[in-house]
């Protein structure tokens, strides 16, 4: 994995998915949507803010190339009944036939059976094609992947945070994936909510990262499929695809950003903390 820029394979799925991905929640344009993926760019994450200009990137770049996007549509749906009707609307509002992955968004827990029933059933009506789970608590994937491994995990993909803040995942998830075979995993939070772009936020004497760092850290780990990113405009978008062209950072830049994320972890506590990590909970 050290051409940024190239495809790889996500997980056992047979698709073959871009390193950097784009997420829904702040874009207001679709035209830089469309940009990116003219320039090798196919997960699209129309996750917890369904945006409706990413809506309508999602529908004229299928009308172009469906076969070539993955496309993924994300449910906080806790009632079973609730989930199909809301895969139907995105459907409808994204005028496609299917998504290629439905994730089931922020089980710190394994989701109920009737809610994997649901989603199974979307499977075999052709609605979407495969099974993603989130989770804030990263050590319950290790159960996870043990079903993987086993063959009876529903789930193809994982998605979880990971950035120079949030290093839990070297410890509690990527060790514990399975040894061949294994499932795509997606990290998330980048640039931990834009604190380690902040000036105010550094450790004395030192410059914050540029976002491409951030993306380029999360991808320079060897367990990572896809780093997701979150434009807001062009301009953001275009900082996030030069971390495809600059590729993995070097063990220089590695402890720069490490030594950042340490300071950044120990001042500032997260939007968000995750469940189950020690070092996040704190």
Aim: with cysteine; aromatic share 8%.
């Amino acid at each position: 994995m050290n051409d940024l820029a190239l495809r790889v394979p996500f997980g056992q799925t047979g698709l073959s998915v871009s390193r950097l991905g784009i997420g829904s929640s702040f874009v207001g344009d679709e035209a830089f949507i469309e940009e990116a993926v003219e320039r090798g760019i196919n997960y699209l994450y129309w996750g917890s803010i369904r945006r409706p200009a990413f809506g309508r990137a999602m529908r004229n770049l299928a009308r172009r190339n469906r076969e070539d996007l993955v496309l993924t549509v994300q449910s906080y749906s806790r009632v079973a009944a609730l989930m199909g009707p809301s895969v139907e609307v995105a459907l409808r509002r994204a005028r496609v036939d299917y998504f290629d992955f439905l994730l089931l968004g922020m089980w710190n827990q394994p989701p109920k059976q009737s809610l994997v029933d649901a989603a199974q059933r979307l499977k075999e009506q052709g609605k979407v094609r495969h099974l993603m789970l989130s989770t804030h608590n990263r050590p319950s994937l290790e159960g996870h992947f043990a079903e993987f491994a086993a063959g009876t995990s529903p789930f193809d993909v994982f998605m979880l945070r990971y950035n120079a803040v949030h290093r839990g995942a070297e410890t509690d998830v990527f060790p514990h994936l399975p040894s061949g075979g294994r499932p795509g995993i997606v990290a998330y939070t980048a640039t931990r909510w834009g604190h380690l772009l902040d000036p105010a936020k550094m450790p004395p004497g030192m410059k914050p990262p540029n976002a491409r760092d951030c993306y380029r850290f999360a991808l320079t780990h060897p367990d990572v499929t896809v780093a997701l990113c979150g434009p807001a405009d062009r301009a953001q978008m275009q900082e996030a695809l030069r971390a495809l062209d600059d590729g993995p950072l070097s063990e220089e830049e590695m402890a720069h950003m490490r030594a950042i994320g340490d300071h950044v972890y120990g001042k500032y506590k997260p939007q968000f903390a995750e469940q189950g990590d020690k070092r996040d909970a704190a």
